[in-house]
C-alpha cells in the first residue's frame, strides 16, 4: 500500500513494505501494547528455536547415534510441528482461545524440554525421538497460537507495515536463538564434564524461557491495544515522514 503525502511542495510516496529495522522497531514499540508483545514475540521465538544448532550434536555425542539418524531428528521435529499447527486452528483455539492456546503451547514447550534432558539421562534414542515429536507438536501449537494472537494486535491502517515488522522482529528473534544457543552450548561444555548437563543448560533455560514467556504474555490486553494503538501508530508515521 502506497499513501502519499505533500511536504516542502513536493509529493512523496510512503510505501508501508518499505519496512527497516529501525522502523519496525519503533512500530511494534509504538504502543505499550505492541512494545509488551514484541517483547513476549522474541523471548517466545528465541527460546523456541535455541535448540536448532546443538539437537543434532546431542544426538550423537549423548546417545551415540549415526549422522543419518540425528538427521532424522529434524524429521521428528517438523511431523509433529505440522500435526500441531494442522490441527490447532480449529481444535485448540475455538475452545480455549487464542491467548490460552498460546499460554498452554509455551508450557508444553518448557515440558518437552525436560523430557529432551532425562532422555539425555537414560541414552534412549527412541526416547528422545519421542521427545523431539511431542516437542514440534507444542511448538506447533505455540505458532499458531501466537500468529492468531498476532492478528489480533494488527492495526488495519497499516497492516502491510505490522505484518512486515512482525516478520522482521520473528527474524531477528530466529538469528538471535541460533547463535546464542551455540554459546550456551559452549559455555555449558566449560562448567560440566558431562555432555548430558552441558546440552540441558540450554534445554533447560529454553524451558526457562518459555515460563517467563507465559509471564509477559499475561499483561497483554488486546481491547487496550485496539483502544490506543491507532493514535500512537499515526504518531509514529507522521515522524517518519519530517
Do not use: H
Not at 15 to 35: C, H, K, N, P, Y
Not at 67 to 96: E, Q, Y
Not at 200 to 206: A, E
Amino acid at each position: 500500500m502506497k499513501t502519499p503525502c505533500f511536504q516542502g511542495g513536493k509529493y512523496y510516496v510512503n510505501r508501508e513494505d518499505g519496512i527497516t529495522l529501525g522502523r519496525a522497531i519503533r512500530v511494534l514499540t509504538a504502543s505499550r501494547q505492541t512494545g509488551i508483545f514484541f517483547g513476549f514475540l522474541l523471548l517466545m521465538t528465541i527460546s523456541l528455536f535455541m535448540q536448532e544448532a546443538v539437537l543434532e550434536p546431542y544426538g550423537g555425542e549423548v546417545f551415540d547415534m549415526s549422522i543419518p539418524d540425528t538427521t532424522k531428528l529434524n524429521a521428528f521435529w517438523g511431523l509433529g510441528t505440522l500435526i500441531g499447527v494442522s490441527s490447532t486452528g480449529f481444535l485448540v483455539v475455538p475452545r480455549l482461545g487464542k491467548t490460552n492456546t498460546t499460554k498452554l503451547g509455551c508450557f508444553l514447550v518448557a515440558c518437552s524440554f525436560m523430557l529432551i534432558i532425562l532422555s539425555g539421562f537414560t541414552g534412549q534414542a527412541k526416547l528422545l525421538q519421542v521427545a523431539v515429536f511431542f516437542f514440534g507438536l507444542a511448538a506447533g501449537l505455540t505458532t499458531t497460537g501466537a500468529i492468531s494472537l498476532m492478528l489480533d494486535l494488527t492495526a488495519a491502517e497499516t497492516a502491510g507495515t505490522f505484518i512486515g515488522a512482525w516478520g522482521l522482529a520473528q527474524a531477528m528473534a530466529r538469528a538471535i536463538a541460533t547463535v546464542s544457543g551455540g554459546i550456551v552450548l559452549d559455555i555449558g561444555k566449560s562448567l560440566f564434564n558431562s555432555p548430558v548437563f552441558a546440552y540441558g543448560l540450554v534445554f533447560s533455560l529454553q524451558a526457562v524461557g518459555m515460563m517467563a514467556a507465559i509471564a509477559v504474555l499475561n499483561q497483554v490486553n488486546v481491547q487496550e491495544f485496539q483502544d490506543n494503538t491507532k493514535e500512537a501508530i499515526a504518531n509514529v508515521m507522521a515522524s517518519d515522514l519530517d
